[in-house]
């Protein structure tokens, strides 16, 4: 049976290519806000811990993040 899995994660590595494709879509828009925001934090622990992962670790956390924070006052609360 072939292995369509990501590493050990429990998310199927296609689902995982396609996350991150939009996290990154989503930096690039963060980018182009006036004025930008860079989502560094975020970044790092997407190279650090694939996109998965990283969205886990911040949703199980249950703090409101200082990055939505500023998305928010951008006018971009989506």
Known sequence: MPNHYHDDSQVPATL???FRA???TAI???LRLSPP???TAWKGMIAALGA???ARRLVV???I???FGRLVQ???PE
Do not use: K, L, M
């Open 61 to 63: 956390n249950g703090d």
């Open 65 to 67: 993040q200082t990055g």
């Open 22 to 24: 939009v996290c990154e």
């Open 28 to 30: 690039e828009t963060c």
């Open 37 to 39: 925001y860079r989502p």
């Open 52 to 54: 998965a992962e990283a």
């Open 16 to 18: 995982e290519s396609e």
């Open 74 to 76: 951008a006018g971009r």
